[in-house]
């Protein structure tokens, strides 16, 4: 390596670091090495190998080096205003549980129309390394998943298992296939004990016990522990309840599970859970009873619903652009706060009488988006566990805060530093203050003109700042976009279908 190349490539470890609010010594302890090493790296004085640029990637969840071809830059042009329609595609965060739970199943399952994004092509690799076969069959995306007679554990894609989010989700399901398996994961050992802690609580009532060292979950399982009595979950997590919930769908006996989650894509894993004939009662509710079976060997056909936060996605390139749209398969339900939220501040809008999903169950409309003066809510904006405001689409109303005149406060209380990300729409013209590392005022309406931003490693917030770029005049760059490919799929080509102008693009050399 060239000594002006360790310096760059140290340079971009630096920048991603910082972006995702780590300290070298955090950093260093996700990878298993010293706060010295991490020095040395960002001053550019190391060799690095490319696994250990891919790690490093991993672990600040950026790409800052994208070999091949180089990484994918979106050239926007506006501003755009926006007309025809669209619809929702399925929920990436159902279509991850669900690949984790095809492995409860002897039996073949045929998932519909699953969202084909980066997260989703890992886990597939991951499982296809445990023996399981998997093809697309068509282009509607739907995937067939036939599992092998005997899980290959041993032999777990450790590549692509560390480059997911989600392989924690393969604790429940694999606690009643062996009892002991190992599972690779992202980063070293302090992974948060925080996000690792409350899926073990709900699994130790299984007879689980984890250890997690050298970047692996070392699992044992006692067949003899069941639970005695309800299990509580210590935080109402999404991932956390289906864990439990693919645990309970395994043993014969009657599971209760407290606070659970009762979120879009832990309702979709419900009804997928009674396609298999398990018994689950509460589906909606903070508490599940789950009456599981010794065995599931049956051939299933399942359709996930539509992904609420991207409907909320598509509605705010409409507010921010000011466009009339319409949204067809809107999943309602999960939409209600947010529509709620927006109507208070000014935003007009028309939705068709409510049909059902795919899955039979959950409630979509079509939604006509209206030309709207938007001014700031009377109180500040702040998300809570379902039927609450969604988490994840806090963030898009930091862009619809910039067109609303007034001042609008956003209290992002679940996450550490996500709401930091907020303030790169400054660049672009707006006025948004970092209040703490939790809250941001906004003060609008803003006249937005082009700029070029690197994408931040957050996937909702890079999304807001491209929204927030179609309202911009002239021309903008937002650099680096993989962490938009985790989590949309084909989103620039798809407002491009609504009007928008926003061309991908590769640097030619580095």
């Not at 509710?285 to 619903?305: K, M, Q, R, S």
């Not at 937005?448 to 903008?476: D, H, Q, Y």
Request: net charge negative; aromatic share 4%; hydrophobic share 40%.
């Amino acid at each position: 390596m060239s000594e002006g190349y360790k310096g760059r490539i140290g340079n971009l470890i630096r920048d991603a670091r910082t972006h995702r609010g780590l300290t070298q010594a955090q950093l260093a302890e996700r990878l298993g090495t010293s706060q010295s090493a991490i020095n040395r790296i960002e001053k550019g004085q190391q060799n690095l190998t490319l696994e250990t640029i891919a790690r490093i990637s991993d672990a600040v969840d950026s790409e800052i080096v994208s070999l091949g071809a180089g990484p994918v830059h979106l050239r926007v042009t506006g501003p755009t205003t926006l007309s025809g329609s669209i619809a929702v595609k399925t929920s990436k965060n159902a279509g991850v549980a669900l690949l984790c739970a095809s492995l409860l199943n002897r039996g073949r399952t045929t998932l519909r129309k699953v969202a084909r994004i980066e997260e989703v092509n890992r886990l597939i690799e991951v499982l296809n390394s445990l023996g399981v076969q998997t093809r697309w069959l068509n282009d509607d995306n739907d995937l067939e998943i036939v599992p092998p007679r005997e899980l290959r554990l041993d032999n777990v894609d450790e590549d692509a298992a560390r480059r997911t989010r989600s392989v924690i989700m393969f604790l429940g399901p694999l606690l009643h296939r062996a009892r002991t398996f190992d599972l690779p994961y992202a980063g070293g050992c302090n992974l948060g004990t925080r996000t690792v802690e409350p899926h073990m609580s709900a699994l130790r009532s299984f007879g689980l016990e984890v250890k997690a060292t050298d970047g692996a979950y070392h699992a044992t399982v006692d067949p003899r522990i069941v639970p005695g009595r309800p299990i509580v979950l210590t935080e109402r997590g999404d991932t956390v309840t289906e864990n439990a919930l693919m645990a309970a769908a395994l043993h014969p006996g009657t599971t209760v599970i407290r606070n659970a989650s009762s979120n879009y894509m832990v309702q979709d894993l419900c009804f997928y859970l009674q396609r298999l004939g398990v018994r689950v009662e509460g589906i909606g509710t903070t508490t599940l009873t789950v009456t599981g079976l010794e065995t599931i060997d049956v051939d299933v056909d399942y359709a996930p619903a539509e992904d609420p936060i991207e409907a909320m996605s598509l509605l705010a390139a409409a507010i921010v652009t000011d466009s009339e749209i319409t949204i067809r398969r809107v999943p309602i339900e999960f939409l209600e706060i947010e529509l709620a939220t927006l109507e208070e501040m000014g935003f007009h809008y028309e939705r068709s009488e409510e049909y059902d999903a795919a899955n039979g169950k959950t409630r979509l409309v079509d939604i006509t988006t209206k030309h709207s003066v938007l001014h700031a809510p009377n109180d500040k904006i702040h998300p809570m566990p379902f039927p609450g405001l969604n988490i994840d689409n806090l963030p898009f109303f930091a862009v619809i805060a910039t067109v609303a005149t007034g001042s609008t406060l956003l209290h992002d209380w679940v996450y550490e530093n996500r709401a930091i990300y907020l303030t790169e729409l400054t660049k672009l013209g707006g006025q948004v203050k970092l209040l703490d590392p939790h809250r941001v005022m906004i003060e609008g309406p803003t006249h937005f003109s082009g700029a070029e931003i690197v994408c931040p490693p957050a996937l909702r917030p890079a999304v807001v700042i491209l929204l927030a770029m179609l309202a911009s005049k002239g021309t903008s760059v937002l650099r680096s976009t993989y962490v938009i490919a985790r989590g949309y799929e084909d989103l620039a080509e798809r407002l491009n279908e609504l009007g928008a102008n926003i061309e991908p693009f590769r640097d030619l050399s580095h």
